[in-house]
């Protein structure tokens, strides 16, 4: 079983309902093929499950805790993790951000990831001690392609007066933010 890049089911709920899952079917002396009959599906969902790449659904959970008679208890894993914090809720924001027709910002501290030149990009991972800064680089460079689809969605930006005037990188750096910035707002 290959389980998900950082797996923690010591902090992270749903990585916890994975890993209790796979040590109760193991209890059980149950296969993945045998688990999947209890839940009506495929013993490559279990595994998906199990290794963290999917998360088990509360229909599945219920089926659980029928069967191995728990008390309900896989099913109130789902539930508080489904209430809690989602470790991943960047990444939605990125979906959401890429798909959205009208983005608003509003921003206290930083030029918005969506408006950063390259240098303005390198020069915070460099103050932020990042050693290999080039794959967050081209992360957040290939992350503004939503600003150019057709249409091109209408950005409405609120930045506080210090993320104009506060030096991120050199002035040359600061010089070209500010020239995009001006562009974009065009």
């Not at 109130?76 to 809690?84: D, I, L, Q, S, T």
Request: proline share 4%; glycine share 6%; with cysteine.
């Amino acid at each position: 079983m290959r389980v998900r890049p950082a797996f923690d089911p010591d902090g992270n709920l749903w990585d916890f309902i994975a890993f209790e899952l796979r040590q109760q079917r193991h209890e059980r002396g149950l296969s993945l093929s045998a688990m999947g009959e209890i839940i009506d599906r495929d013993r490559s969902l279990v595994a998906r499950i199990e290794s963290g790449h999917t998360k088990m659904q509360e229909a599945h959970a219920i089926k659980i805790d029928m069967a191995w008679e728990t008390g309900g208890r896989f099913r109130r894993m789902v539930k508080f993790a489904k209430a809690g914090h989602d470790v991943e809720w960047f990444k939605t924001h990125l979906e959401l951000e890429a798909r959205a027709s009208e983005p608003r910002i509003w921003e206290l501290g930083w030029v918005p990831g969506l408006f950063q030149v390259e240098g303005y990009i390198r020069a915070m991972f460099e103050a932020a001690g990042v050693e290999d800064p080039e794959e967050g680089i081209k992360a957040r460079l290939n992350r503004q392609t939503c600003l150019h689809r057709k249409p091109r969605p209408r950005v409405w930006a609120i930045l506080a007066q210090s993320v104009i005037e506060e030096l991120v990188g050199s002035p040359e750096i600061m010089r070209e933010q500010l020239a995009h910035l001006v562009e974009l707002a065009q």
